[in-house]
């Protein structure tokens, strides 16, 4: 009798063990954690693309997109359409002496990314492994800082609608396509202006 209650109880406790399990793992998909619902399109967007659709739209991957495309390429007139242009201006008259252009600047960008990837480097895939919209710390407080300081009135802060930090990481090949390599914890900021989004890095 004592061994017939043990082996009962026993199952009494399995079942309650499964039950509280499935109870946790119940979750709806707005509860779940970045990542778990992630996209990956190689074709619509300048470059391939992975994120978690519910934490980015189309839109703000295109701005992503057409960043890095125009950095891939050495576009300036698509790098001026969607890099952030108080900080554009900035680089090209403060940071870097001897640039007068945007396209100097990307070209510029274009060749440090040579330079520390490989040549004739392609994005195979961009993945946004995580995102913040905290301006008060990380990388977002840091950038407010410096994007309100070059600014005429030191307020571009309240300018911005929205603004995200995303870690990305670059899938890339090199070597016309011969070779391949990852570059992980590669940081861009994210900007809605006047429903308009912009990039800086």
Not at 107 to 127: K, Q, R, Y
Request: some cysteine; overall charge negative; hydrophobic content about 35%.
């Amino acid at each position: 009798m004592k061994k017939l209650l043990a082996v009962f109880l026993l199952f009494s406790f399995v079942l309650t063990g499964c039950e509280t399990q499935k109870e946790k793992m119940d979750y709806t998909e707005e509860e779940l954690p970045y990542g778990a619902t992630m996209k990956s399109d190689k074709k619509s967007y300048a470059v391939p693309m992975t994120w978690d659709r519910r934490f980015l739209e189309e839109g703000q991957i295109k701005a992503v997109a057409d960043y890095l495309c125009a950095i891939q390429n050495a576009d300036g007139e698509l790098y001026d359409s969607v890099a952030l242009p108080l900080y554009t201006q900035y680089q090209i008259t403060e940071v870097y002496d001897n640039y007068d252009t945007t396209q100097q600047l990307v070209t510029g960008l274009h060749e440090g990314l040579v330079g520390s990837m490989a040549d004739d480097f392609a994005f195979d895939m961009v993945l946004v492994n995580g995102i913040s919209d905290d301006r008060k710390k990380g990388g977002l407080e840091a950038i407010f800082t410096i994007l309100d300081g070059i600014s005429e009135d030191g307020k571009f802060s309240d300018t911005v609608q929205n603004a995200w930090s995303l870690n990305l990481e670059w899938e890339f090949s090199y070597n016309a396509g011969k070779n391949a390599g990852t570059a992980e914890e590669q940081y861009l900021y994210l900007f809605q202006i006047d429903d308009k989004y912009y990039c800086c890095m």
